[in-house]
């Protein structure tokens, strides 16, 4: 046996004895699905965005009256918390820069599991609809449907399309109301049946002109003896902003504030009190100061009206700051 082939074997034997105390120093490799497993592992879970009871119907009617009272359409997504989908149109919704404020001024969005309450799908969807995830329903504030929309035409690859989604939502958006024509017809209204004009200024993205806009309502049986109501959002009423800009008193700032005015469209009474705009009334001098724009102002009311208003303006501000202290 030559030296060279002596040499050749050692080398072997040195590489094979090299290859095995690698191999028991190394881990072994996971197979490709334990790889997969363990990255699903260590994905973050979203939060839930179902509620995965079969309170479709309660959901829905809550919707409807808040539509009612912005003047706007419900939007409900069928899906559930296993739809990957549902969660990506979802996320569109609210964080898309064309397609959030869409959703923010125009729709009152509810999500309803459709596993849990497909009877009440069947039902807003049609029986025959064959569905697929997430499926949409556009009502009317009556609670009429107005359509209803598979929504894997508005994909474009792994994603929804913007732009597709956007058109569709414009398409069934409510119809605008024009400011200057409702101002013209609450008074005319007021003088027809002798009262004035409760105007409140607000716009989608305010939560107290909210609040403000439910209180008037909720008090409307009591109100509606001496007052026309009339909401004017600066954001979505063509002409919003120059109703506005006419009617604003001096010193007043922010969102909410109100005028009264008679039939004549003089005003009467403002939210601007001795501590400023009142907006919705919270604190003690905004309550005194909205009490006084209504006893200055009506003719129909009673002390006892007023008394109950100011009942239920105080236990509100009492229930804030019971839930703040707890």
């Not at 509100?316 to 703040?324: A, L, N, S």
Request: proline residues 6%; glycine residues 8%; charged residues 30%.
């Amino acid at each position: 046996m030559s030296n060279t082939y002596k040499l050749m074997c050692g080398a072997v034997l040195v590489w094979g004895l090299l290859a095995v105390a690698i191999a028991r120093a190394e881990p072994p490799k996971a197979e490709p699905a334990q790889d997969e497993a363990a990255a699903e592992e260590k994905k973050p879970k979203r939060e839930p965005i179902y509620e995965e009871e079969p309170n479709g119907e309660e959901l829905i009617a809550a919707a409807l009256k808040e539509a009612r009272l912005e003047g706007k359409h419900v939007l409900v997504e069928w899906g559930g918390n296993w739809c990957g989908w549902c969660y990506k149109l979802h996320d569109v919704f609210h964080n898309d820069k064309l397609v959030a404020p869409i959703v923010a001024e125009e729709y009152q969005l509810v999500l309803v599991d459709s596993n849990t309450n497909r009877e009440l799908m069947e039902h807003y969807g049609g029986k025959d609809t064959r569905f697929a995830y997430p499926h949409l329903t556009v009502l009317d504030a009556d609670g009429k449907v107005l359509t209803n929309q598979e929504t894997g035409s508005l994909e474009i690859g792994p994603k929804h399309d913007p732009e597709k989604v956007a058109s569709f939502l414009k398409e069934w958006r409510p119809a605008p109301v024009d400011a200057e024509q409702a101002l013209t017809a609450a008074l005319e209204r007021a003088g027809s049946e002798d009262k004035r004009v409760l105007v409140h200024v607000g716009n989608p993205y305010c939560g107290w002109c909210k609040v403000l806009t439910r209180f008037l309502h909720d008090h409307e049986d009591v109100l509606a003896r001496d007052y026309v109501d009339l909401k004017i959002d600066t954001l979505r009423m063509p002409h919003g902003d120059e109703v506005a800009a006419r009617l604003r008193p001096a010193g007043s700032s922010g969102v909410p504030w109100m005028v009264i005015l008679d039939a004549r469209g003089e005003v009467l009474a403002t939210s601007v009190g001795p501590e400023g705009n009142c907006g919705y009334p919270v604190a003690p001098a905004e309550v005194e100061h909205f009490l006084s724009m209504l006893a200055g102002t009506k003719q129909r009311l009673t002390a006892e009206h007023l008394a109950e208003i100011r009942a239920d303006l105080d236990a509100f501000r009492e229930e804030r700051e019971r839930k703040k202290a707890g």
